[in-house]
């Protein structure tokens, strides 16, 4: 059974600072390309951050570049978002995805459920 469970959002000060964790299970970690996507209320579901399978490159949207930071551990079978400088518009639920690509046609694609950020004074 596939699962990705995201974990540490919650309430912050602008200013502040999370670590997001998402923990996979039932595939193949160390295969997929992972990546962080997040949802304002009434916005489109946007991507935030991406790594490669081996954790050799990353990729940010320009709204995040030099406050987000993505990393994974693939012996934990996990991949994080540490988050710095968090102003009220990072304030959305945060999902984590996983794509593995065998054929421009044939890939896997999950989703966890979201942990919402709050960032409010």
């Known amino acids: 059974q596939v699962q990705l469970v995201e974990s540490g959002g919650g309430l912050v000060q602008p200013g502040g600072s999370l670590r997001l964790s998402c923990a996979a299970s039932?595939?193949?970690?160390?295969?997929?390309?992972m990546s962080w996507y997040r949802q304002a209320p009434g916005k489109e579901r946007e991507l935030v951050a991406v790594i490669t399978s081996a954790g050799g490159s990353t990729n940010y949207a320009d709204s995040v570049k030099g406050r987000f930071t993505i990393s994974r551990d693939n012996a934990k079978n996990t991949v994080y978002l540490q988050m710095n400088s968090l102003k009220p518009e990072d304030t959305a639920v945060y999902y984590c995805n996983a794509v593995y690509r065998r054929s421009s046609s044939d890939y896997d694609v999950y989703w966890g459920q979201g942990t919402q950020v709050t960032v409010s004074s």
């Open positions: 039932g595939f193949t970690f160390s295969r997929y390309r």
